[in-house]
């Protein structure tokens, strides 16, 4: 019995101190994987700006794409990230309805694609019913564009109504951020990769976001009409999956912070700490150059 007891004893102990090294194990693992993801859409963005002189707009409007109204920035460079199908799929629903929201003929809509979706992101592994569509599938990211400071600004490598160059990018492409984390919004209303209004029709909170981001003003807006968050800055900072507001600014499932793509195609873990020097990253010609 002594000899079965500490046998026991031995067995928890080697549990108790393999059980944390596994799990730090898996967690390394999937902030790798995650960081390998951003690359790749790095990549594609950069593969697309060769091709086409320009970054796709962060959601597109009249100006930059009439044949393809409030297409997500993550909808062209799909063909890029070897999404062909998907891609064309997009294009024969354009021909048809000119408005992304309607699924028939806008299949793509209601798909995940696993490259926008962080592996740690349960939320986001698969379609979820949006209550804002009256429960239709919508499928959803982790990855969102970098707006700028906030929506408002639209001083971002990625927002709405503009297509920037790489040539335009005159604080330097390594100090300029272009994407970073955040979960969906635990109602699965914001979040959405292939379109989305956000605030004020920007896409904020949808496929973009500002990394001091502030809540619209405008009764029909969805964060103000539940009343629920305050009228504030949101910077980078930690965040739980049931909070609503927390869909207002970047935060990843990692520990300590969250990854974020550079604009010269490198991809670095922020750490919540660098949240005051993230807005002189988040714009790309304001003469601002920060030091490593």
């Known amino acids: 019995m002594i000899e079965l007891l500490v046998a026991i004893g031995v067995i928890a102990i080697l549990l ?3 059980l944390p090294a ?5 967690m390394a693992a999937a902030r790798l994987q995650c960081q390998n993801q951003l690359k790749q859409i790095g990549v594609a963005l950069h593969t697309f700006e060769a091709a086409q002189g320009f970054f796709p707009a962060g959601k597109s409007d009249s100006s930059t794409d009439p044949k393809h109204l409030e297409m997500s920035w993550m909808v062209p460079i799909l063909p890029h990230l070897e999404q062909t199908f998907p891609w064309q799929e997009s294009q024969r629903a354009y021909r ?15 798909k995940t694609m696993a ?18 569509l009256n429960g239709a599938l919508v499928g959803m990211t982790s990855y969102l564009g970098v707006s700028g400071v906030d929506y408002r600004s639209s001083t971002g490598a990625l927002v709405y109504g503009k297509r920037i160059r790489l040539a335009e990018i005159t604080d330097g492409t390594s100090q300029t951020l272009c994407v970073g984390e955040r979960p969906p919004s635990p109602d699965h209303n914001f979040g959405w990769w292939y379109t989305g209004a956000g605030q004020e029709g920007s896409g904020s909170a949808d496929m973009l976001l500002g990394v001091r981001e502030r809540v619209a003003q405008v009764p029909h807006n969805k964060f103000v009409s539940i009343g629920q968050c305050e009228d504030r800055l949101y910077p980078f900072a930690p965040g739980k999956l049931d909070e609503y507001c927390d869909a207002l600014h970047f935060w990843s499932l990692h520990a300590g912070g969250g990854n974020f793509l550079f604009c010269d195609g490198s991809v670095r873990f922020m750490a919540y700490e ?9 714009t790309w010609n304001e003469g601002e ?3 490593e």
């Open 22 to 26: 596994v799990q730090w194990a898996r």
């Open 96 to 110: 048809i309805y000119n408005t992304p929201y309607l699924n028939p003929p806008h299949y793509p809509f209601a």
């Open 115 to 132: 490259a926008y979706v962080c592996p740690l992101d349960e939320r986001a592994s698969r379609p979820r019913n949006a209550p804002t």
């Open 274 to 282: 660098s949240a005051e020097i993230l807005p002189l990253l988040a």
């Open 16 to 18: 108790a101190i393999t």
């Open 289 to 291: 150059v920060h030091g």
